[in-house]
């Protein structure tokens, strides 16, 4: 029986479903733009909002608003020219490695053949013609290009929109806090549906572009669109590592300095490294995060492609059910085009304690929506009974098994998310008792909040762990992939809340600089406080679509490696595991030690300006905000290079001398040990679904401890303050360990994880026919 949906409405389908979330996208933009950064009147103002409560705070304070209003735009202009500046610098030497490394992907696959122009046997259908080696080495450049620069693009494009809404959320401040979540949620929204709908829309013209050439060869597409998912994390992981140790060395610096030190507020304008520090949190946590989201959708829908070209969706050329991950991807898009509607238009946020709540509210509706969602598309695009390639099988699967496995990925994301939420929220015992540890120093601070990330681990990786046995269960490999694609089906509004937080931060800073009223302090740092969540929940559902991903992409690898199996008690393979087990510590290690060196230097250099400008203390004197931009833009730019290729050049030196067998091994023990000692630091700041997931949530809960003493909305957490006290100091000490953990090395993980087994994948025709050469010789 065949898919209901014929292949023209799956035709008309995909490409409307991305057009329609570019579109919303552009609208959220428009209506962001309304808020003006000239001066306005408060009355005005308060008319066109429509109520008396949106006066302005100035107003009381007697402050003028032509002032704070010019001050906010020069402020914000100042940011959005340092993180251009950045990103323009970064994509230059990213595109000299982007134009090599597709080189050496053109000259390694075509020489499977010898660069024969001649059609070969199939890989998996030996009866079968398929096209010559090197076309697929031809297209699966074409395809790693297409794949960088749209995460190059989905990067900055997130940067611009954040420079762009920042100011504007801190003046939406001055009338509430509702409107200044909305701003700041429709700027994130603006990101989340331009990078799901871009990514889509250029991965389904590949795929229609690369099938003239192609026809009926199937398989032979499919193995090169993967190149595209290989060029999105590529690029990826040079936005994360860099942008994160750019605003991590500018982070440090600012707050150890200025505020354990100097007894300073945070974003103190007589702080040299202010400015360094809002442009950090624009080009690591929105551009890095924009391409790590890229790449983890790109590599999921690949894997799942790649698997479905062999199974009886390829074989018998069934277009419909061929593309049931894009199907998904588009369904998640008109399911988050909902739920957003929720957040912006039809409830709205009338105090602090609704932030928290209102963002949970948008995972919760997304994942409810998007399951019914699910369940229509595998009705209407799958065939009731249809098989799965499984390791050299075909594993009857029936449609409803399908369903379960995209939706248990779904519902293992949100899950994921709220335990992120427990555990890296101030508003829950975790956090508050990280913040009751300073009151004996920065050393119990530290212990707690280490425990608080090793703890955090349990819960996710029980829901990655099951996710992965029901999936597997039920549609071997391919079921795995799409369990992926179903945590990331609702990335639009993932994104967009995740989004939220560095704008929200961006606000306060502006704020703080702009001599605005504290009570606008207030409002922005509880947005602040909410988006370190967000943020937090955003790296969760990164880590452990990650695991997924790499899983997957590890099976095809294996599969296209024509390797029968993994025995891991064969020398060639336990090799590999214990080398692959020992990848993601050299890796943080270096993402640690680069950020240390960056935030040593810029440490120095804050203090010597504050000893050697007269008057800067006393805010006579601006202090030398360049030169600390300098430090973190050199350092970044320096550091970023040997991590990213230890991760490229790891594969392909395994592959080449020692075979496929012991990179299977490599892979194998990448993906444990990474996901392991990812929550240690996602609560640190690692990404791994274990090292990253603790090391995220680590770094989150040091830093909502800080914002909890700093806020005192509760009796207990003014016991520990105010700002300045010595509990206020060591959890800013915390705070400053757990930043480089959450922003540098635990996000950098998952996609060292990811892009070895992507890159194994596009390499493996090379490396099964000529890898091993150390084996071969002895």
Known sequence: MAAILPELATQVVIPVAAAVGIAFALLQWVLVSKVRLTPERGGEAAGKSGGPSDYLIEEEDGLNDQSVVSKCAEIQNAISEGATSFLFTEYKYVGLFMGIFAILIFLFLGSVEGFSTKSQPCHYSKDKTCKPALANAIFSTVAFLLGAVTSLVSGFLGMKIATYANARTTLEARKGVGKAFITAFRSGAVMGFLLAASGLLVLYIAINLFGIYYGDDWEGLFE???????????????????????????????????????????????????????????????????????????????????????????????????????????????????????????????????????????????????????????????????????????????????????????????????????????????????????????????????????????????????????????????????????????????????????????????????????????????????????????????????????????????????????????????????????????????????????????????????????????????????????????????EMIPPGALVMLTPLIVGILFGVETLSGVLAGALVSGVQVGNLFRILGFTFPQIAISASNTGGAWDNAKKYIEAGASEHARTLGPKGSDPHKAAVIGDTIGDPLKDTSGPSLNILIKLMAVESLVFAPFFATHGGILFKLF
């Open 224 to 638: 090169a669109i993967t190149g595209y998912g290989l060029g999105g994390s590529s690029m990826a992981l040079f936005g994360r590592v860099g942008g994160g140790i750019y605003t991590k060395a500018a982070d440090v610096g600012a707050d150890l300095v200025g505020k354990v030190e100097r007894n300073i507020p945070e974003d103190d304008p007589r702080n040299p490294a202010v400015i360094a520090d809002n442009v950090g949190d624009n080009v690591g946590d929105i551009a890095g995060m924009g391409s790590d989201l890229f790449g983890s959708y790109a590599e999921s829908s690949c894997a799942a492609l790649v698997v479905a070209s062999i199974s009886s969706f390829g074989i018998n050329h069934e277009f419909t059910p061929m593309v049931y991950p894009l199907l998904v991807s588009s369904v998640g898009i008109i399911a988050c085009l909902i739920t957003t509607l929720f957040a912006t238009d039809f409830f709205e946020i009338k105090a602090v304690s609704e932030i928290e709540p209102a963002l949970k509210k948008q995972l919760i509706i997304s994942t409810v929506v998007m399951t019914v969602g699910i369940a229509l598309v595998s009705w209407l695009g799958l065939p009731y009974t249809f098989t799965i390639f499984n390791f050299g099988d075909q594993k009857t699967v029936q449609s409803w098994q399908l369903f379960l496995c995209v939706a248990v990925g779904l519902w293992a994301g949100l899950i994921i998310g709220f335990v992120t939420e427990y555990y890296t929220s101030n508003a829950y015992s975790p956090v508050q008792d990280v913040a009751d540890s300073c009151r004996t120093g920065a050393a119990t601070n530290v212990i707690f909040g280490l425990a608080l990330g090793y703890k955090s681990v349990i819960i996710p990786i029980f829901a990655i762990a099951f996710s992965i046995f029901l999936s597997f269960s039920l549609a071997a490999m391919y079921g795995v992939a799409v369990a992926a694609l179903g945590m990331l089906s609702t990335i639009a509004t993932g994104l967009a809340i995740d989004a939220y937080g560095p704008i929200s931060d961006n606000a306060g800073g502006i704020a703080e600089m702009a001599g605005m009223s504290h009570r606008i302090r207030e409002r922005t740092d509880a947005l602040d406080a909410a988006g370190n969540t967000t943020a937090a929940i955003g790296k969760g559902f990164a880590i452990g679509s990650a695991a997924l991903v790499s899983l997957a992409l590890f099976g095809a690898f294996v599969s296209r490696a024509a390797i029968s199996t993994v025995d891991v008690l064969t020398p060639k393979v336990f090799i590999g595991l214990i080398v692959g087990a020992m990848l993601p510590y050299w890796f943080s290690a270096m993402t640690m030690k680069s950020v240390g060196s960056a935030a040593l230097k810029m440490v120095e250099e804050v203090r010597r300006q504050f000893n050697t400008i007269p008057g800067l203390m006393e805010g006579t004197t601006k202090p030398d905000y360049a030169t600390c931009v300098k430090i973190s833009t050199d350092a970044s730019i320096k």
